[in-house]
Protein backbone atom coordinates (compact mmCIF):
# COMPACT_ATOMS: atom_id res chain seq x y z
CA UNK A 1 0.00 0.00 0.00
CA UNK A 2 1.25 3.18 -0.52
CA UNK A 3 0.37 6.38 -0.17
CA UNK A 4 -0.11 8.49 -3.50
CA UNK A 5 -1.43 11.71 -2.85
CA UNK A 6 -2.55 14.60 -0.27
CA UNK A 7 -5.45 17.06 -1.14
CA UNK A 8 -5.72 19.70 1.55
CA UNK A 9 -8.39 23.16 1.46
CA UNK A 10 -9.15 25.67 4.06
CA UNK A 11 -6.80 23.17 6.38
CA UNK A 12 -4.47 25.43 8.41
CA UNK A 13 -2.06 27.79 6.26
CA UNK A 14 -3.54 26.27 3.16
CA UNK A 15 -6.09 28.96 2.19
CA UNK A 16 -6.13 27.59 -1.70
CA UNK A 17 -6.22 23.87 -2.29
CA UNK A 18 -2.94 22.58 -2.38
CA UNK A 19 -2.29 18.59 -4.21
CA UNK A 20 0.72 16.85 -2.78
CA UNK A 21 1.94 13.84 -4.69
CA UNK A 22 4.18 11.19 -3.29
CA UNK A 23 5.96 8.84 -5.71
CA UNK A 24 7.55 5.92 -4.60
CA UNK A 25 10.70 6.65 -2.29
CA UNK A 26 11.17 9.13 -0.17
CA UNK A 27 9.34 12.91 -0.54
CA UNK A 28 11.11 16.13 1.27
CA UNK A 29 8.85 19.13 1.55
CA UNK A 30 11.53 22.03 2.55
CA UNK A 31 10.76 25.73 3.42
CA UNK A 32 10.61 28.41 5.48
CA UNK A 33 9.87 28.24 9.01
CA UNK A 34 6.78 29.00 9.37
CA UNK A 35 5.42 27.81 5.27
CA UNK A 36 3.73 25.15 6.91
CA UNK A 37 5.60 22.18 6.65
CA UNK A 38 4.50 20.48 9.71
CA UNK A 39 0.56 21.85 9.26
CA UNK A 40 1.09 18.60 5.87
CA UNK A 41 1.38 16.16 8.80
CA UNK A 42 -1.02 17.66 10.92
CA UNK A 43 -3.67 17.37 8.00
CA UNK A 44 -2.03 13.51 7.78
CA UNK A 45 -2.80 12.92 11.37
CA UNK A 46 -6.39 14.90 11.32
CA UNK A 47 -7.35 12.61 8.27
CA UNK A 48 -6.44 9.72 10.10
CA UNK A 49 -9.10 10.58 12.93
CA UNK A 50 -7.32 12.49 15.06
CA UNK A 51 -9.19 13.71 17.74
CA UNK A 52 -7.24 15.63 20.32
CA UNK A 53 -6.71 19.08 18.75
CA UNK A 54 -3.63 19.59 21.16
CA UNK A 55 -1.85 16.97 19.17
CA UNK A 56 -2.57 19.48 16.17
CA UNK A 57 -0.66 22.12 18.20
CA UNK A 58 -4.07 23.95 18.25
CA UNK A 59 -6.76 24.41 21.40
CA UNK A 60 -10.10 24.69 19.29
CA UNK A 61 -11.17 22.30 16.68
CA UNK A 62 -11.73 25.58 14.78
CA UNK A 63 -7.92 26.30 14.72
CA UNK A 64 -7.84 24.11 12.02
CA UNK A 65 -9.49 25.90 9.37
CA UNK A 66 -8.03 28.88 7.71
CA UNK A 67 -8.03 31.47 10.24
CA UNK A 68 -7.51 34.58 7.22
CA UNK A 69 -4.93 36.54 6.88
CA UNK A 70 -3.48 40.16 5.91
CA UNK A 71 -4.95 39.40 2.16
CA UNK A 72 -7.78 36.74 2.90
CA UNK A 73 -10.78 36.60 5.00
CA UNK A 74 -11.08 33.71 6.74
CA UNK A 75 -12.58 30.30 5.77
CA UNK A 76 -16.03 28.31 7.09
CA UNK A 77 -14.43 24.41 5.86
CA UNK A 78 -11.38 22.64 5.56
CA UNK A 79 -11.01 19.55 4.02
CA UNK A 80 -8.50 17.06 3.41
CA UNK A 81 -8.45 13.74 1.54
CA UNK A 82 -5.25 11.41 1.43
CA UNK A 83 -5.49 8.82 -1.45
CA UNK A 84 -3.90 5.46 -1.01
CA UNK A 85 -3.02 3.05 -3.55
CA UNK A 86 -4.38 -0.14 -1.66
CA UNK A 87 -2.36 -3.56 -2.44
CA UNK A 88 -5.06 -5.27 -0.41
CA UNK A 89 -3.79 -3.74 2.91
CA UNK A 90 -7.08 -1.82 3.28
CA UNK A 91 -9.81 -3.97 3.85
CA UNK A 92 -12.03 -2.51 1.02
CA UNK A 93 -12.53 -3.78 -2.67
CA UNK A 94 -10.83 -0.69 -4.16
CA UNK A 95 -7.79 -0.49 -5.91
CA UNK A 96 -7.29 3.15 -4.76
CA UNK A 97 -8.83 4.32 -1.72
CA UNK A 98 -9.63 8.27 -0.73
CA UNK A 99 -10.31 9.01 2.80
CA UNK A 100 -11.64 12.39 3.68
CA UNK A 101 -12.48 14.06 6.73
CA UNK A 102 -14.41 17.66 6.57
CA UNK A 103 -14.72 20.42 9.21
CA UNK A 104 -17.29 23.12 9.20
CA UNK A 105 -16.60 26.29 10.95
CA UNK A 106 -19.91 25.64 12.78
CA UNK A 107 -18.77 22.65 14.85
CA UNK A 108 -20.16 19.61 12.29
CA UNK A 109 -17.76 17.03 11.61
CA UNK A 110 -17.79 15.03 8.55
CA UNK A 111 -15.74 11.60 7.27
CA UNK A 112 -15.74 10.25 3.84
CA UNK A 113 -14.41 6.38 2.23
CA UNK A 114 -14.32 7.40 -1.29
CA UNK A 115 -16.72 10.12 -0.92
CA UNK A 116 -19.00 8.12 0.42
CA UNK A 117 -20.06 9.39 3.79
CA UNK A 118 -18.78 7.29 7.17
CA UNK A 119 -18.30 7.15 10.52
CA UNK A 120 -15.28 8.03 12.18
CA UNK A 121 -15.25 4.41 13.88
CA UNK A 122 -15.04 3.31 9.92
CA UNK A 123 -11.75 5.32 9.41
CA UNK A 124 -10.31 3.73 12.60
CA UNK A 125 -11.06 0.15 11.81
CA UNK A 126 -9.69 1.07 8.26
CA UNK A 127 -6.66 1.76 9.19
CA UNK A 128 -6.82 -0.41 12.21
CA UNK A 129 -4.27 -3.14 11.24
CA UNK A 130 -1.91 -0.96 9.24
CA UNK A 131 0.04 0.28 11.61
CA UNK A 132 -0.84 4.04 9.98
CA UNK A 133 -3.49 4.78 12.76
CA UNK A 134 -3.67 8.72 14.21
CA UNK A 135 -2.01 7.47 17.18
CA UNK A 136 0.95 5.27 16.10
CA UNK A 137 4.53 5.85 14.98
CA UNK A 138 3.97 6.40 11.12
CA UNK A 139 3.51 9.96 11.60
CA UNK A 140 6.37 11.58 14.45
CA UNK A 141 5.80 15.28 14.75
CA UNK A 142 8.67 17.67 15.51
CA UNK A 143 9.65 17.06 19.41
CA UNK A 144 7.48 13.80 19.06
CA UNK A 145 10.67 11.18 19.42
CA UNK A 146 11.35 12.75 22.56
CA UNK A 147 8.03 12.54 24.25
CA UNK A 148 8.09 8.75 22.95
CA UNK A 149 11.09 7.71 24.99
CA UNK A 150 9.95 9.41 27.71
CA UNK A 151 6.50 8.29 27.65
CA UNK A 152 4.94 6.00 30.19
CA UNK A 153 5.57 2.25 29.50
CA UNK A 154 1.95 1.69 29.02
CA UNK A 155 1.67 4.77 26.24
CA UNK A 156 4.93 3.35 24.64
CA UNK A 157 3.44 -0.22 24.39
CA UNK A 158 0.02 1.37 22.77
CA UNK A 159 2.58 3.53 20.15
CA UNK A 160 4.39 -0.46 19.57
CA UNK A 161 0.91 -1.91 19.49
CA UNK A 162 -0.36 0.47 16.77
CA UNK A 163 2.27 -0.04 14.78
CA UNK A 164 2.40 -3.73 14.56
CA UNK A 165 -0.62 -3.96 13.72
CA UNK A 166 -2.37 -5.43 17.11
CA UNK A 167 -4.65 -2.59 17.81
CA UNK A 168 -7.40 -3.97 15.45
CA UNK A 169 -7.45 -7.53 18.25
CA UNK A 170 -7.12 -5.02 21.17
CA UNK A 171 -10.53 -2.95 20.55
CA UNK A 172 -12.45 -6.52 19.14
CA UNK A 173 -11.19 -8.06 22.65
CA UNK A 174 -12.49 -4.64 24.24
CA UNK A 175 -15.58 -4.86 21.96
CA UNK A 176 -16.03 -8.41 22.97
CA UNK A 177 -15.33 -7.66 27.04
CA UNK A 178 -17.86 -5.15 27.10
CA UNK A 179 -20.49 -7.66 25.04
CA UNK A 180 -19.66 -10.36 27.55
CA UNK A 181 -19.99 -7.91 30.41
CA UNK A 182 -23.56 -6.46 29.00
CA UNK A 183 -24.67 -10.59 28.58
CA UNK A 184 -23.55 -11.06 32.52
CA UNK A 185 -25.49 -7.90 33.25
CA UNK A 186 -28.44 -8.94 31.69
CA UNK A 187 -27.90 -12.89 32.86
CA UNK A 188 -28.21 -11.52 36.58
CA UNK A 189 -31.68 -9.62 35.69
CA UNK A 190 -32.66 -12.56 34.12
CA UNK A 191 -31.88 -14.16 37.69
CA UNK A 192 -33.41 -11.26 39.15
CA UNK A 193 -36.82 -11.69 37.42
CA UNK A 194 -36.89 -15.43 37.75
CA UNK A 195 -36.49 -14.97 41.51
CA UNK A 196 -39.19 -12.66 41.55
CA UNK A 197 -41.27 -14.98 39.87
CA UNK A 198 -40.44 -18.11 42.09
CA UNK A 199 -41.84 -15.99 45.01
CA UNK A 200 -45.10 -15.54 43.15
CA UNK A 201 -45.13 -19.36 42.60
CA UNK A 202 -46.87 -20.74 45.38
CA UNK A 203 -49.75 -17.61 46.16
CA UNK A 204 -50.63 -19.14 42.05
CA UNK A 205 -50.66 -22.31 42.97
CA UNK A 206 -52.84 -22.01 45.48
CA UNK A 207 -54.85 -20.28 43.49
CA UNK A 208 -54.55 -22.34 40.50
CA UNK A 209 -56.15 -25.29 43.27
CA UNK A 210 -59.07 -23.07 44.42
CA UNK A 211 -60.05 -22.77 40.73
CA UNK A 212 -59.92 -25.75 40.11
CA UNK A 213 -62.03 -26.93 43.25
CA UNK A 214 -64.36 -24.44 41.80
CA UNK A 215 -64.62 -25.67 38.55
CA UNK A 216 -65.07 -29.41 40.12
CA UNK A 217 -67.89 -28.00 42.71
CA UNK A 218 -69.75 -25.51 40.05
CA UNK A 219 -69.74 -28.73 37.72
CA UNK A 220 -71.70 -30.66 40.37
CA UNK A 221 -74.08 -28.00 41.12
CA UNK A 222 -74.91 -27.88 37.89
CA UNK A 223 -75.88 -31.43 37.80
CA UNK A 224 -77.58 -31.11 40.67
CA UNK A 225 -79.94 -28.73 39.06
CA UNK A 226 -80.71 -30.97 36.21
CA UNK A 227 -81.15 -34.22 38.02
CA UNK A 228 -84.02 -31.57 40.19
CA UNK A 229 -85.41 -30.19 37.15
CA UNK A 230 -85.95 -33.55 35.37
CA UNK A 231 -87.16 -35.20 38.30
CA UNK A 232 -89.67 -32.57 39.02
CA UNK A 233 -90.81 -32.76 35.02
CA UNK A 234 -91.28 -36.30 35.70
CA UNK A 235 -93.47 -35.48 38.73
CA UNK A 236 -95.43 -33.02 37.02
CA UNK A 237 -95.93 -35.20 33.91
CA UNK A 238 -97.29 -37.56 36.23
CA UNK A 239 -99.82 -35.33 38.50
CA UNK A 240 -101.01 -34.17 34.87
CA UNK A 241 -101.59 -37.70 33.53
CA UNK A 242 -103.93 -38.29 36.70
CA UNK A 243 -105.66 -35.37 36.17
CA UNK A 244 -106.38 -36.56 32.68
CA UNK A 245 -107.53 -39.60 33.89
CA UNK A 246 -110.31 -38.15 36.73
CA UNK A 247 -111.09 -35.40 34.40
CA UNK A 248 -112.16 -38.24 31.64
CA UNK A 249 -114.09 -39.67 34.78
CA UNK A 250 -115.74 -36.91 35.56
CA UNK A 251 -116.88 -35.91 32.01
CA UNK A 252 -118.37 -39.80 31.77
CA UNK A 253 -120.20 -39.49 34.71
CA UNK A 254 -121.14 -35.86 34.04
CA UNK A 255 -122.60 -37.31 30.46
CA UNK A 256 -124.09 -40.20 32.35
CA UNK A 257 -126.21 -37.73 35.02
CA UNK A 258 -127.36 -35.87 31.31
CA UNK A 259 -128.96 -38.81 29.89
P1 LIG B 1 8.96 25.27 11.25
O1 LIG B 1 9.94 25.02 10.16
O2 LIG B 1 9.26 26.45 12.06
O3 LIG B 1 8.62 24.06 12.08
P2 LIG B 1 6.69 24.84 9.56
O4 LIG B 1 7.05 25.04 8.13
O5 LIG B 1 6.56 23.45 10.03
O6 LIG B 1 7.59 25.69 10.51
P3 LIG B 1 4.00 25.10 10.41
O7 LIG B 1 4.22 25.00 11.86
O8 LIG B 1 3.49 23.92 9.68
O9 LIG B 1 5.32 25.62 9.73
O10 LIG B 1 3.01 26.26 10.06
C1 LIG B 1 2.83 27.33 10.90
C2 LIG B 1 2.09 28.38 10.12
O11 LIG B 1 0.76 27.98 9.89
C3 LIG B 1 2.07 29.67 10.89
O12 LIG B 1 2.45 30.72 10.01
C4 LIG B 1 0.64 29.85 11.26
O13 LIG B 1 0.23 31.20 11.22
C5 LIG B 1 -0.07 29.09 10.17
N1 LIG B 1 -1.37 28.61 10.64
C6 LIG B 1 -1.63 27.67 11.58
N2 LIG B 1 -2.97 27.54 11.77
C7 LIG B 1 -3.56 28.39 10.92
C8 LIG B 1 -4.92 28.74 10.65
N3 LIG B 1 -5.95 28.15 11.25
N4 LIG B 1 -5.17 29.70 9.72
C9 LIG B 1 -4.15 30.29 9.07
N5 LIG B 1 -2.86 30.00 9.28
C10 LIG B 1 -2.55 29.10 10.20
Not at 56 to 83: H, K, M, Y
Not at 181 to 193: A, M
Amino acid sequence: MQLKRLEAYGFKSFADKITIEFDHGITAIVGPNGSGKSNITDAVRWVLGEQNIRNLRGTRSEDIIFAGSAQRRPLNIAEVSLIFDNDGTLPVDFREVAVTRRLYRSGESEYFINRSRCRLKDIYQLFADTGIGHDGMSIIGQNRMEDILNSRPEDRRAFFEETAGITKFRDRKRETVRKLTDTENNLLRVQDIMQEIETQLEPLARHAEKTRQYNALHEAYRRCQLTKLARSAKREAERKAANEEKLGKARDEALALET
